[in-house]
């Protein structure tokens, strides 16, 4: 039984790895104005690097969520950060485009154990009375990573050069797996369940996608997910590019405009909850979010038309902060939809197929941007995303239901 204090440790040490995370993937971005002028990338290269990130974060995530089961979050978590900030530290020292592919796949696979890793300790470390608490805060402060990081990398580039600013990141990380394991030190976690009996580990994905609602999820995260890598990776580039921003000037424009995703995110779950103890159907709260979400990114193209680069981070941080309210109740939606026993399978498929289209967007901006047609195209496509992905809800969930547990599923929890 662990302590309240020990817990609290443990919880503050979870939410810093998710801001680690976010801190390591987004270096690149940042600096990528620097970095492409020192290495003569073009965007196409850039393109290509963030494809590999995001193809490898893709089929990882098809076997962490299986490998963390296996481990146990005593030794998942300490594995995980320090196998990604031995990948971030790599950047530092790669030269040629084939040695920073490495070294974005290899960030790419070890960070896809922070999501389900993350889940499973906060699932572990508190009853389930407290757990939504514990999901809420750790959706929240993951975005105070991608605020930090434009304000203190560029900075750190500035003095010590951009090849620090990766190794710094990955230093952190080396630095929290032993706080990890001192901390965990003669801790006996009940979280290792009987995965053995439970196949390998793509038997867990295949089982979910005879059900049509798991492709609802997985399209309509393709759709959304796109828009998200897109912002997240070329957001930097497009603030140079249209305002001549680099450095230590990025730092506020995009600091304020990822703050906008965690107030979406904040916002979006506060609502829906209240709405629905008022008595409004959950099909009604669900799908009006997502509707709203949807509508509220209709103006992004607007930005490529403003002469005040802070009227652009008004209208790209609206698109982020819509963003994270739909994506908060497109996890809703697969807990309203799924059985218990498949929320954590239609997850990370979900999450798999996300990434597969933010695989393709971020590549395809870098095609395009290289044969110069400008952000028009990808901005255009990213108003009308959400939407797509909400037609597509509703034509293959009609009307949201809790569904019964297989018939298998629940002989197995009778005996």
Same mark, same amino acid.
Request: hydrophobic share 55%; glycine share 12%.
């Given at each position: ?104 796949? *290899?960030? #790419?696979?070890?960070? @896809?154990?922070? $999501? %389900?890793? &993350? /889940?499973?300790? +906060? =699932? ?15 959706? *929240?402060? #993951?975005?105070?990573? @991608?605020?930090? $990081? %434009?304000? &203190? /990398?560029?900075? +750190? =580039? ?258």
């Amino acid at each position: 039984m662990l302590s309240p204090r020990r817990r609290r440790i443990l919880f503050t040490l979870v939410l810093t790895a998710t801001i680690l995370n976010l801190v390591d993937r987004q270096i690149i971005a940042v600096l990528k104005p620097t970095i492409a002028a020192d290495l003569h990338w073009t965007d196409d290269d850039y393109g290509t690097l963030a494809a590999w990130f995001q193809g490898s974060a893709a089929f990882a995530l098809l076997f962490t969520g299986w490998i963390v089961d296996r481990l146990g979050v005593k030794w998942a978590n300490p594995i995980g950060v320090i196998a990604w900030s031995i990948a971030a530290i790599g950047h530092g020292w790669a030269r040629t485009m084939g040695q920073f592919i490495v070294a974005r796949a *290899a960030l #790419g696979a070890t960070e @896809a154990m922070g $999501t %389900p890793a &993350a /889940i499973k300790t +906060i =699932a572990t470390i508190f009853p389930p009375e407290k757990r939504s608490f514990g999901f809420g805060m750790s959706n *929240a402060i #993951g975005s105070i990573g @991608a605020i930090l $990081t %434009p304000l &203190a /990398i560029p900075a +750190i =580039a500035l003095w010590w050069g951009w090849r620090a600013a990766f190794v710094l990141g990955g230093a952190l990380g080396l630095i929290w797996g032993i706080a990890w394991l001192a901390v965990t030190r003669g801790v006996a976690f009940a979280d290792r369940d009987a995965i053995r009996s439970a196949g390998g580990p793509l038997s867990g994905i295949v089982a979910v996608l005879a059900y049509r609602r798991t492709w609802a999820v997985a399209i309509a995260k393709v759709l959304s997910d796109a828009t998200w890598w897109l912002l997240l990776f070329w957001m930097p580039d497009f603030f140079h590019r249209m305002f001549g921003l680099t450095g230590l000037d990025l730092g506020p424009p995009l600091a304020v405009a990822y703050g906008c995703g965690a107030l979406g995110a904040f916002l979006a779950g506060t609502i829906a909850t209240r709405l629905m103890d008022r008595g409004f159907s959950i099909n009604v709260v669900r799908k009006g979010s997502l509707l709203a979400s949807a509508l509220l990114v209709l103006p992004v193209p607007l930005a490529l038309g403003v002469t005040d680069y802070w009227a652009a981070v008004g209208l790209l941080g609206l698109a982020i902060g819509a963003h994270q309210a739909f994506s908060t109740n497109l996890f809703g939606l697969i807990a309203d939809v799924s059985p218990a026993s498949q929320v954590g399978r239609v997850t990370s498929f979900g999450a798999f197929c996300g990434n597969l289209g933010g695989m393709a967007i971020v590549k395809i901006a870098g095609l395009l941007l290289t044969a110069g047609f400008g952000y028009t195209p990808l901005f255009l496509f990213a108003a009308i995303s959400y939407l797509l992905a909400v037609g597509v809800i509703q034509i293959m969930i009609p009307r949201i239901e809790q569904p019964d547990e297989p018939v298998v599923t629940k002989l197995a929890r009778a005996h």
